[in-house]
């Protein structure tokens, strides 16, 4: 532990690799560090010394950062066809999207558009029935099923509309469990530090049941970053809670998107909650029909107003 306590007392690093984080005007936040610093799984001992300032800077940006020309997450193609025949369903019919590190990237589309199965597909939990998956540079498809399943717990958490918790694990228990299955050891500085943001601290040791809706997402949410994966997916993951918490939730998702670099794929099919993302896809019949950069609540209103008049009504 020497070699790091320079670093931190220079501020800019923690054993972790990862920033100090507070609360502060009850928004979760991360804080206390350059994002340049909080790039995942950059060892702290990063840069190398000795190289030139702009080496140095390369040389965090590189292992997995912005710069590194790999995409959290590239779909290409993707065609999910449900039964055959006459009555087969064609969830997604040729979607392509591709997903920077560090970017929060939110899906709306109407009901039965695909978002789902565009999420679940790309998340490794379903395969596609053509076209290609791939998440930080790994294909899905030329994964076996243990493959996918050890890629998924390395490198996808979730956040699900209904929690999805353990009902007879503790929060505390709740949290760690994809690291415990994963047969690893849990960060116990990024752990506090996640559940001191999500202001969970007092409520480890109570079961789902004795939660709040908006304090079992906080431990859902928790328990999605905890491995600091390659990518969270978020399917509504505020769409059971009341407008605060969901608030609390989405500032939670936006930070760790803009400090820790996290990236983070969301549906939703609220306006709010998109317009704390980076980046909007629009899906209709299984495909991307639409995308807009910074969304704002009333521009995503706008353009769904026009995307429903541009669309056959579902009487004809
Ligand atoms: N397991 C399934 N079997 C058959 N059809 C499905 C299945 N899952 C989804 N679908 C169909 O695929 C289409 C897209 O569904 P989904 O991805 O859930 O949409 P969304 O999340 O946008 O509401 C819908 O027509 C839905 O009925
Ligand atoms: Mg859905």
Known sequence: MGRHASEASRGLN???GFPVIRKEDGEPTFRGMEPARCLRSVPSDHPPKGLPMSAQAD??????GPGSGVPAVRVRDAVKTYGDGPTAVHALDGVDLEVPRGR?????GPSGSGKSTLLHC???????????VEIDGTALEGLNDKQLTRLRRQQVGFVFQSYNLVPTLTAAENITLPVDLAGEKVDRNWLDR???????GDRLSHTPAE???????RVAAARALVSRPTVVFADEPTGALDSRSGAELLGFLRDAARTVQ??????????TAASYADRLLFLADGRVVDDMEDPTAGRVLDRMKQLEGDLPSEAN
Do not use: E, K, Y
């Not at 929060?104 to 709306?108: E, G, N, R, S, T």
């Not at 939660?211 to 997402?217: K, P, R, T, V």
């Open 14 to 16: 923690h054993p972790t």
């Open 59 to 64: 040389a965090i940006a590189s292992p997995d």
């Open 104 to 108: 929060f990237l939110a899906i709306m």
């Open 122 to 132: 790309t998340a490794g939990l379903d395969r596609l029935t053509s076209g290609s």
């Open 194 to 200: 996640i559940v001191d943001t999500l202001n969970l």
């Open 211 to 217: 939660l709040s809706g908006g304090q079992q997402q």
């Open 262 to 271: 996290q990236t983070v794929v969301m549906v939703t099919h609220d306006p």
